[in-house]
């Protein structure tokens, strides 16, 4: 009987355990870095006021209406997106640093490295999606229609960042070196210019509008201003994942995270051998 496995529930309590755990240890990691937790906090008010107050004077909102408040849920999707490049970093550096071997060599669950990455972005995300609210608040912006869809627009943001998260475990398993992912940040910039989040698509090329319009950050941009009643919600003769841009986070959402999750895991499973 002492070779055999423990059963299903106890694995997922000690896997839920351990990756709390690492989620503390994640949050403790910042607490002793001030200077990049503080980074990543205003960077979403410096995004507001760059872009509200820069680009703001320059651009028309389709139908009319407040350009930093077309702008907001934009820079809501932007902040959603960061979640990959972030938990990418962390994982190849702990890989490249031999922390995933010390871990290794610990008496805990080997998929609670994974899960503690992931809690940990969240987390962090949820800090500075408050930050980006309040910032977003100060420039005149608001919601409009409500306590339901405005919860409903941030719980889009939460889901579509846990899965994105996953995206930053495997690429940072994959990379293997802290350098070459540090590198690959800036390649999230280009995914989130090509869409709706800062201007209308109408005016790009066909080619480059059929890539903004299927992008999943146009995706969340036209929800989130869809559910918080702000200008710029797509009408008329739209591409699919625009004219139903909730249903289209969602989908892409769950394809994300039924696609990296395994893959994820595996990565890391394949490290311990």
């Known amino acids: 009987m002492t070779g055999l496995a423990p059963p299903l529930d106890h694995r997922l309590r000690w896997t839920f355990t351990d990756g709390l755990t690492l989620v ?6 910042l607490r002793r870095a001030p200077g990049e937790l503080v980074a990543a ?3 979403p008010a410096v995004m507001v006021v760059l872009f509200g107050y820069v680009f703001g004077s320059a651009i028309g909102v389709p ?3 407040d350009y930093r408040e077309y702008l907001m849920p934009g820079l809501f999707a932007m902040v959603t997106f960061s979640a990959w490049p972030a938990v990418m970093t ?5 890989v490249s640093r031999g922390v995933m071997d010390r871990f290794r060599s610990m008496p805990m669950a080997r998929l609670a490295v994974p899960f503690g990455q992931t809690g940990a972005d969240l987390l962090t995300g949820l800090l500075m999606l408050a930050i980006m609210v309040g910032a977003g608040l100060l420039v005149g912006w608001q ?6 869809p405005t919860a409903q627009a941030f719980l889009l943001m ?28 800036p390649l999230g910039l280009p995914f989130t210019m ?6 209308p698509t109408d005016g790009m090329p066909g080619w480059l509008r059929f890539l903004a319009d299927w ?11 869809e559910l918080f009643g702000n200008p710029g919600v797509a009408s008329g003769d739209v591409a699919w994942p625009l004219a139903h841009p909730v249903i289209a986070v969602l989908l892409w959402s769950a394809a994300l995270l039924a696609i990296f999750v395994p893959l994820s895991l595996r990565a890391y499973m394949r490290r311990g051998r």
Not at 169 to 184: C, E, F, P, R, S
């Open 194 to 199: 090509v869409s709706n989040a800062f201007v």
């Open 24 to 29: 503390g240890r994640e949050l403790e990691r």
């Open 90 to 94: 962390r994982m190849a550096a702990d």
């Open 143 to 148: 919601p409009h229609l409500g306590v339901v």
């Open 63 to 65: 139908g009319g209406g």
């Open 41 to 43: 906090l205003l960077f």
């Open 215 to 225: 992008n999943p950050v146009s995706a969340l941009t036209a929800a989130t201003r």
């Open 158 to 185: 939460i889901v579509l960042r846990y899965a994105l998260s996953w995206v930053g475990v495997y690429v940072g398993l994959a990379v293997k070196n802290d350098q070459v992912a540090d590198a690959m940040v």
